[in-house]
Structures are given as C-alpha cells and as structure tokens.
C-alpha cells in the first residue's frame, strides 16, 4: 500500500524557519516526483512545489519562490520542504502527494499524506 | 499563471441524484485537468485524470470531459459516499493550480 507521511509541522512565529518531512512507503519513492500542496480555509488548495525523482529537479509556486527549499534524501524515502522567513499568509495544512507516473514534475497527485499543519503567529 | 474556477461553489442533492460539476480554465489546457474527491478531514483523492480517465478503483458513475478551457465533472446516480467536496486541478503549466472546489451535499 502506498503510504505518505508528513511529519515537522507546529506553531512557528513570523520570520521563523520550519522544515518539514515527508516520507513515502509502499512503491519504489525514487522514481516519482513528489509534490507539496497547502490548503487554508481561504485560499484553498495550492501547489507549492515540487521535486523530479531524477536529478531531482525542482519548482516552486512564486508565493514561495526564494523561501521555500525542496530537497530529498531517496535513501530514506524522504522529502523534505525548509521553510525560511515564514509569514502569516503560509499558516495553513500542507500536503506532500506523489505523481501518478511522473518523473520530472509533479502535476498530477495520485497518492497524499495525511498532512501536517503548519501555523505562523506571534 | 492559469486561473481556475468552478461552478457551482456548492449544491445539494438526493442520493440517486445525476450532478455536474463545471470547470473553466483561463486559457486553454487541452486535456490536462485533474479531479479530486476531499472529504472532510482528508487529504485529497485523485478520481480522474487528462479530463477523462478515471483512475483505477473509481467508480464508474464518476465521469469527466472537456478540452481547452471548459471541463464538465458528472456523477451519475450520487452515493451517500459522494457527499464531499471536489476539486478541479490544471497539469498544463507550473503553477499546478486547482479551483476553489465544489461542495456537494445531502439535500
């Protein structure tokens, strides 16, 4: 069974650093890319961003772009999301999913972790 | 970047109730739109992928269609396990942007 977790989540005041883990089960992880998606009552869902399995190349949401770090450890079937100078607007529950066959992008989500969330507040 | 949305916002309906879901993209997309199912408290589940295939193990009385900029989402003969809230999704170009979601629920 394909399994992901996320784990790393908390309350972090803004300006503040957070990384976050998700580490995926139950299907060869280095031959996907994988995704992180935040969800907020307001704004919905996002795309994030994202990390091919080869080369492990990466992308990001422009919300995010120079913040955020998208890296992966494919020995532990873990990726990871370092969030630096965090602001109120990136509270919210984040996500990592996998692709459905990609190995490039992740675009299409066919499996998701149960997420973790994250809250930025003084 | 490529704007989504989705009508209605929200509906109720019958079990046994035939529901479509409507999703227009800001320009066009081919066939590269993607919907999920979320319940609440869940992540996400992908149903249906490239506008028309259902993934494995969905349900056939789930159905998509559309091309370019206009995508339909049906469900034909909605189950007590369909009330939910469904999202449209573009896999065209990054950003991976998905519309605000359709809430369905019991009538």
């Known amino acids: 069974e394909v399994q992901l977790v996320e784990s790393g989540g908390g309350l972090v005041q803004p300006g503040g650093s957070l990384r976050l883990s998700c580490r995926g089960s139950g299907f060869n992880f280095r031959n996907y890319a994988i995704a992180w998606v935040r969800q907020t009552p307001g704004k919905g869902l996002e795309w994030v961003s994202s990390i091919g399995a080869v080369g492990g190349g990466t992308h990001y949401a422009d919300s995010v772009r120079g913040r955020f770090t998208v890296s992966r450890d494919n020995s532990r079937n873990t990726v990871y999301l370092q969030m630096s100078r965090l602001g109120v607007d990136d509270s919210a529950v984040y996500f990592c999913?996998?692709?459905?066959?990609?190995?490039?992008?992740?675009?299409?989500?066919?499996?998701w972790g149960q997420g973790t969330l994250v809250s930025v507040s003084s | 970047d490529i704007q989504m949305t989705q009508s209605p916002s929200s509906l109720s309906a019958s079990v046994g109730d035939r529901v479509v879901i409507t999703c227009r993209a800001s320009q066009g997309i081919s066939l590269y739109l993607n919907w999920y199912q979320q319940k609440q408290g869940r992540a996400p589940t992908l149903l249906i992928y490239?506008?028309?295939t259902l993934l494995s193990g969905v349900p056939s009385r789930f159905s998509g269609s559309g091309s370019g900029t206009e995508f339909t989402l049906t469900i034909s003969g909605l189950q007590p396990e369909d009330f939910a809230t469904y999202y449209c999704?573009?896999?065209?170009?990054?950003?991976f942007g998905f519309g605000p979601g359709t809430k369905v629920d019991i009538k």
């Open positions: 490239s506008s028309s």
């Open positions: 999704q573009q896999s065209y170009t990054r950003p």
């Open positions: 999913a996998k692709d459905r066959v990609g190995v490039a992008v992740a675009d299409t989500l066919d499996s």
